[in-house]
Structure formats: structure tokens, C-alpha cells
DNA sequence: ATGAAAGCGCTAACAG
DNA sequence: CTGTTAGCGCTTTCAT
């Protein structure tokens, strides 16, 4: 009874008279095997309760089906999304998602290096920080890396993409449309790649037009960072009739912080958009008009580019851009 | 220049003039080895660009460092920081986190099992649903199960549970203490464990009291479950100064309900208490007085148990309560 | 279709 | 302290 040797192919090969190859062989989807024996196995293999040893198998084959998902701040909706699909598309594929959170860039290097001695089949950052020296050494190892949202890196490496210019045109629509036309537009000092796109592409295209934009720093990309800029940013804000915040987090902060620090009416005083279609702008305190980012789809595509890039590791890099829907709600 | 090969012990060996056992000493933690010949042999290493390989690594030692963190609902903020705080202790003591999804039960099942083929080290269970009998083929295979919030399995296994009743009793008092004396609570249909346990703990406390309690159904565990169930029981709401919402994110349903759909004053007309709570509990709009899961502490907890068990196979199984905050806001 | 043999890259006795 | 030896559990030619 006390059986606690996990029972291997050879004892299954014992039980079933036959060779270990055979076992091999049965649970090798394309191997040629006689349908007799392949029942005499698993019949055997049911018995033992035997299972394919994977860490013993990806020795043979130089490689895991593991598949690292790094990410940072994953306790905020938009990213929990991410992850969320990007978990589910990775195993819906075959594969097997690590989970690497880490908002010190510092924990990560090593962390990520002692990663690769797993023999990964691919990388997938959603970190705001992704350390240089670690996607280089993905490089190295022919290990694929898939950027989502993140700064292009030199070597390569295939990107999944908010479309920066669509997320601003959709944006300033959206805005333009509620009527406003002197526009602001909150600047989170940790500007990561696409934040920066999309805030930058608004204030030109405001710009573009001859319409005023004032570019409000925040501390950051949080609720707090987005309700604190109302009150420091109260005299500038009082000439604007159109906010766009960077993410709906700062979004909601903004909108708390208009209507219950400052006062204010929205969208009586003023049209408001956020971005990412986080579940809170849908709810009925916020009523957040947004731009949906689709994570689905997005982690749709990581999987995909990680999976050409894994059988075709000379292509060259692909960038890809996601869907991006308008979502009009109260605040507009 | 195209070394696509890995390096392997081998190689680093050759070049620094040694066995591979001496490469081998050199990267294992306790073991005896002259400074000198590590120094060789770390130079040679790093000229190469050697890893030590895990999948080898683990073969041989029948066990790798790979923990199973099994979760539903990770887009759900308690759920995402639970997540979260996880992945990080487990990284913390050397582990690393597979992390898997699932929201339909069926899924699952042939995944996990297909997990056990890694040789986990350990599982972690917050998911809703864990299939019993992937449980049972954890113990079989004697990897350590640690289930959170979770009924307990008739096989036994680490529990991390916060304590129903001294939930029951926190919320209960919040609530008597803002001056309620007719109370009504959520009760989700999808019901897990805790939840269960603190609707009906804090029921039987007003019981207790001989005051009333009326027990609302609402479907899910979810912010339009929360909402929706306000005007489906606006007429037993009517008659109550006091409700308990099962978890945060029905408490904020339930909030914009009351305010918004019911015209209700909260805490004018009735005081409200969540639970966990999730970051949107603080936002302005919300306010919402709730109870504290600390969640890193909850991760600490399943670790070190873990790590127990894996010592120790054979102890008893272990319960630990995680610490319980009142959170009072404005909404008692 | 099947079995024998030869490893994948590493570690762990065991001598020296 | 170091090298030799013998595997971990599996897959994969290569004959048969």
C-alpha cells in the first residue's frame, strides 16, 4: 500500500510484457505501435497509476513546455486580466505558464536568469520593467520573448501593441464628440511605453488642431496618483472641458477626486475618458467612458508569435496591434 | 557565433580543466569544494554562459521546485492579490509558481493531472471548485496540497481558513456598533466555504441576540450580483438598517444599488459592511467599511505549510487562521 | 511493429 | 578535495 516510488516505464513495461519503448511509443502521439499493444499498455499504466515522467521527457528534448509570464503590479484589474487570459491561452496551447510577478526591478534578474535553467519554451513580459540584460540572454538562448505593451528592445523580439495613434484618435473623438474642446490630459510620471504613445498622441492631435492641452504630471499610474492630481492640478483643470486619463485607474481617481475634492460636475463641467475598460469604469458609481483593450485577443496573439517564433526562431520580428474598441459610458 | 547548444557541465569542465563532478560541486549549495577550483571553474562558467539545468537537476533529485498555484477568478481583486502575494512567497523561498487558471471545473481536471508530470513540489488551492479527485491524486503521489478558504478534504491536507465565526462576530459588531438592529445579509448561491461560514455565523449571531436577520439570495459572488439583488429585495430591505455583504465586491453592487437604483442612504438609512477588503473599497466613491484579509500573510502561511509537509509527509494536517482587521469606513 | 542500446545533463556515492 | 562510476526516467535510432 504504501506505495511511494511513482511507478516508472519500466514497470509498466514489466506489468505489460513488453519493452520500455513500446511504453515510450504508447504515450508518443504520432508513434507507430499495434492497437493491442497500446491497450495491453495502458490497461497496465491505469492499473500502476503510472504517469509520463515531463521533467525526464523535456531532458530528451531540450525543452519544456514551460512558458514564463512575467508581470508586474498584478494586484490591478487590467493586468490581473492580462494574466488571466494569457494563462488560459498558454494552456489552452499546450503549455505551462510560470508566473513571475515582480515590481522591484531589482528581485528580477536573478529570479528570471535562475528561470531559464528550466529550459524554457518562451517568455512573455507585461512588466513595466524588463530588464534589458534578461531579454538579451532570452536572445541568446533562443528562448522566444513575446513584449506586450512594452518598449521595442534592440535585438528584436516579437510585440503585441496598442496602436498608439488609433488609442489617441479614439480618445480625442470621444472627448471631442461630448463637446469639450480645451483639453487636459494626465501624465503619470512612470510613463510606460504606451502610456506615453497614447498621452502624447492626444496632446498632438489636440495640437494638431489648434486646440489648447495642458499635460497634468501624476505620481504614478494609480487610483490615489489620479484623485491627487485633481487638487494640485485644480487651477489648470478649471479652464478644461475635456480629461483624458492615462488608464482607467487614474480615471476613477480622477473622477473621485473631481466631484468630491473639487466639486465638480462630469460631464456637466466636464467630459472624462480613461483607457483600458477596466470592470470598475462599468460600474454604476463611475460610469467610466473608455477604450476597451482586448486581453483576450491580445494573449491570443502572444501565444501565437511565441509559437511561429519557436518554429521559426530566424523570422524576423513581428509587431502586432490589438484591437481597441470605444466604450461610451456617463462621463462623455 | 551561432552556438544555439546550451553548454552543459561537460563543456565547462573541459575548459576549466576539471570533472564534471567539480562543476557540479561548484553549483551546488553545501558542498565541499576548494576556492581556487570554484574560481576556475566559475570563470570557465561564465565564458560559456553555463546553466546548470534544472530539468537534469530534478530528474535526478525526483522533484523539481515547481508549485502549483490553482485559482479561479484571478481578474477578481481579492482573488488577483491573493495571486499575487503567492507567487511572491513562493518565489521568495525558491519556488516556482505554475500558475493555473480555471473558471470551469471540467477544465481542470486533465490539467492538473497532466501538472503532476512535473514532479511538483506542491499545490496551492484557492480555487472554488477543487476536483476532489485531483486532490486524492496529490496525496497518492504524496505532493502537499495547501488549500485556502477551502472545505476541507476528507483526506486531509493543509488548510489555510480564516475563522468564520470570529469573521461573523467582526462584522456583526461593526454593524451593531453603527446602530443597526434589523439585519439582512447576502447570501450567494454559488456559497464556497467561508462564505458560507460567515453568512451563517453572522446570521445565528443576530439569532443569537434574538434579532432579525433576513438571509438574501443574489446569484454569484459578483459586483452585478450585488447590485441586482438590491431591487429584487427592496421590499425586505425596506424593513432592515443593517446588511452584510458576503465579499466586497457584491458590498459595492449592493452600495450602488441601495444609493443609486433604491435612492437609499448609506449609512443614513442602513449601514453596510463587505469583506476582504479589495483595493475599490477605499475608493471615494465607495468608502466602504469592511473586513481586512491579509493576504500576505495568508501566502506566508501556505508556504510554510507546505514546506512543513514536505518535510515532514507523514504529520497530521495543520489548520492556520490568517489575522482579521475590521476596516471601518464610511458606510457604518 | 517491436526491442536493444545509447544517451539527454546532471548528481551522489565511493574511492583515492 | 577531487575524479570515477553509476544511474535518474525517458526517448530515439537502429536492427530485427
Redesign the interface.
Known sequence: MAE?R?PTSHDVARLAGVSRSAVSRCFTPGASIADDTKAKILAAAGQL?Y?????????KS?Q?Q?VA?LASR????F???Q??HL??AL?DDGF??????ADQPEDLGP?L?S?????LAGMIVTSDTPPAAVID?CQ???VPVVLINRNPHPDGGDRIQLDTGAAAAIVFDMLYAAGARRFAVLSPDDRTYTVKGRVDGFRDLAFGRNLPCAVLPCDGQS?AAG?SAMTRHAAALGQCDGLFAANDLLA??A???LR??LGRSVPGDMALVGFDDI??AG????DLSTVRQDARTQATMAVELMRNRLQNPDAPALLKHPPLDPVPRGTT
Chains 1, 2 share one sequence.
Not at 528561470?115 to 529550459?119: E, G, H, K, S, V
Open positions: 511511494h511513482r497509476g504517469r509520463t515522467n515531463a521533467l525526464a521527457r523535456n531532458l531540450r519544456s514551460l509570464i498584478l494586484d490591478t484589474p493586468r490581473a486580466r494574466v488571466k494563462a488560459r494552456i505551462r505558464p510560470l508566473l513571475l510577478t529570479l536568469s528561470m531559464l535553467d528550466y529550459n540572454e541568446r538562448l533562443r487610483y484623485r476613477c481617481g473622477l473621485d477626486g468630491q475634492d470592470e470598475q460600474w454604476a458609481a463611475y
